[in-house]
């Protein structure tokens, strides 16, 4: 199996910075996509962003400019930079990690979520 471990979120005023964290632990031999989503009280789950393997990445259109997401191979982690917060980006971000298993067996995994709160 593949875990994977949300961290870095917290209280923040509007237009502070966060920056999240997410680990992949397990017997992995190789992390394809990388992402984050989020999901505020009342809305569905949305992307937040992704990045490949390669480090190809996609953002949402309501974080374009202000978010930015990189990876680190050696360490199966993940992060997203959060600048300019605004109290629209409150809500529960979670990881989602596609990764490929020692055994070849191929994961679609997901964090248990850290929640980000931006006050006006």
């Known amino acids: 199996q593949v875990q994977v471990v949300e961290s870095g979120g917290g209280l923040v005023q509007a237009g502070g910075s966060l920056r999240l964290s997410c680990t992949a632990s397990?017997?992995?031999?190789?992390?394809?996509?990388m992402g984050w989503y989020r999901q505020a009280p009342g809305k569905q789950r949305e992307l937040v962003a992704v990045i490949t393997s390669g480090g190809t990445t996609n953002y949402g259109d309501s974080v374009k400019g202000r978010f930015t997401i990189s990876r680190d191979n050696a360490k199966n982690t993940v992060y997203l930079q959060m600048n300019s917060l605004k109290p629209e980006d409150t809500a529960v971000y979670y990881c989602?990690?596609?990764?490929?298993?020692?055994?070849?067996?191929?994961?679609?995994?997901w964090g248990q979520g850290t929640r980000v709160t931006v006050s006006s």
């Open positions: 397990g017997r992995i031999r190789r992390i394809n996509d």
């Open positions: 989602n990690a596609k990764a490929t298993a020692w055994s070849m067996a191929m994961y679609d995994s």
